[in-house]
């Protein structure tokens, strides 16, 4: 039977998504590995997005808190907000009580990667301050470390991410995920699935 990872992501202006679609066609390199993307529910009215010029959401499946129970391992992703995960996505978590009394993720393996605006706008703040998420419900916390190798290092390019996790800057909303963050990304997919399909089948 298959490794389920699940890809589960928010994403105001698209940046977070972009990395979510390299994250699982990292994951999907796995043999063995099926990914699959999930965005959490908007919680914002149509009408203040329209007015933050937020595009229209893509057609990837919006995922309840019980479908969670489904996969073997995650990889979580959301822009940041003051330093922390954004509010959409908390409130998905916040949901998540009945898997948490039931402990049903209780020993899975998850990732974290984000967004922020700027190099000092929580690249290491985000992720860190959402590991308490995983603690409570018991889920294996797996960052990437310095496995993405030379591109760790980088030092002439502009580039997000951190030994927790993959991550991109969105200054304004005008810039995009380079080449580079998106490898990081597609390597974050792969490293983690690589852990979940072990975890699962540690004879494998």
Known sequence: MATKVYVVYYSTYGHVEKLAQEIKKGADSVEGVEAQLW???ETLPED???KLGAPAKSDAPVITPDQLAEADGFIFGFPTRFGMMAAQFKAFLDATGGLWRTQALAGKPAGIFYSTG???GGQETTPLTAVTQLAHHGMIFVPIGYTFGAGMFEMEKIKGGSPYGAGTFAEDGSRQPSEL????AFHQG???AGIAKKLKSPAA
Request: net charge neutral.
């Open 118 to 120: 700027s190099q000092g």
């Open 48 to 50: 203040v997005l329209a």
């Open 181 to 184: 963050e998106l490898g990081q």
């Open 190 to 192: 792969k490293y983690i």
């Open 39 to 41: 965005q959490v529910p």
